[in-house]
């Protein structure tokens, strides 16, 4: 881990910057869709580990989750499984008590779910189904191309996950300027809700006209 990934986690996780408090910080965008908490109040920031499952086969994630390492955030793809669980409790414990991921994200279904949320583990999923993929090696892997595509977009990014969802903090904003939009965001959601809270000012005021850039409502 670099020094300014370190820096950015450190930063996010002490003031708990929310995802949606990250995405504005990118434009409104960072979104990795479809993927909830199955825990309410869950929060968890980390590098992402990026492991795939392939065919209606899962061979992958076992391959691949021997080399998670931990605080890492293990985000599981899937292609052409269809709509099948990608993986339940005993991938799940291994990840994140054995490997010690930080969390599981995916935007495919998973399976065990009253296990899951028994244990009550760190998963941000689509949703639960009983019906898992196959173990099996045939046909298991990507081609080369899509293999390096979604590796090189979401391996060593950031993920921040919390009840709003994740948001994928690209390697190209791992970067001075971002940290201090981070620091920046931070700032103005402490005056916007001081403008509420204290001065009682309305939304348009705060958020449209930004009355406080101009000192008024003293």
Known sequence: ????????????????????????????SGLFPEARSILAGNYRVGVVRWIYAC???????????????????????????????????????????????????????????????????????????PIGCFNREEDARLDEATFREHWEKYNGSIAVCDDSGVVIIPRELHTEEFYQKLIDIENQEDLWFECLDHRKWDTFDIVCRKKYLNGDGE
């Open 1 to 28: 881990m670099s020094q300014m990934v370190d820096k950015i986690i450190k930063l996010i996780k002490m003031n708990r910057i929310s995802t949606t408090e990250v995405a504005d910080c990118m434009g409104k």
């Open 55 to 129: 065919n209606e086969s899962n061979w992958m994630i076992h391959e691949m989750a021997r080399d998670v390492c931990p605080g890492e955030v293990v985000m599981m793809e899937a292609f052409r499984c269809n709509d099948r669980a990608i993986i339940g409790e005993l991938v799940s414990k291994y990840m994140l008590l054995y490997r010690q991921a930080e969390a599981i994200i995916t935007n495919e279904n998973m399976r065990d779910a009253n296990s899951l949320l028994k244990e009550r583990f760190s998963i941000w999923c689509r949703g639960f189904s």
